[in-house]
Nanobody, 121 residues
Framework: QVQLVESGGGLVQAGGSLRLSCAAS????????MGWYRQAPGKQRELVAV???????NYADSVKGRFTISRDNAKNTVYLQMSSLKPEDTADYYC???????????????WGQGTQVTVSS
């Protein structure tokens, strides 16, 4: 009933930049928080950045000042601009949103399929 399609991952050298995009489609009534999480090999999934519908943001300490989250509410799309990338940023990145979707309407937590980001040293 709802799909999240991510794009923008890839291989980049340390110090480089990437921009991730995630578009939600389907029967969507409202989206509250949209965000990005990541999971490195052998580690737990962790929050990278989130943004509420009102524009409030929260970033992991490890990415503050380097990553910027933004969203286009009209397009149900969230972006993650990543700059000054480090090898430790290497992970699978997942977009997430919390919202009300589908028929009958249901409030829940929805995830993309993940996009790989690899930062070489």
């Amino acid at each position: 009933q709802v799909q999240l399609v991510e794009s923008g991952g890839g291989l980049v050298q340390a110090g480089g930049s990437l921009r991730l995009s995630c578009a939600a489609s389907g029967i969507i009534y409202s989206i509250n928080t949209m965000g990005w999480y990541r999971q490195a090999p052998g580690k737990q999934r962790e929050l990278v950045a989130v943004m509420t519908s009102g524009g409030s943001t929260n970033y992991a300490d490890s990415v503050k000042g380097r990553f910027t989250i933004s969203r286009d509410n009209a397009k149900n799309t969230v972006y993650l601009q990543m700059s000054s990338l480090k090898p430790e940023d290497t992970a699978d990145y997942y977009c997430n949103f919390q919202g009300r979707v589908g028929f009958p309407p249901k409030t829940g937590d929805y995830w993309g399929q993940g996009t790989q980001v690899t930062v070489s040293s």
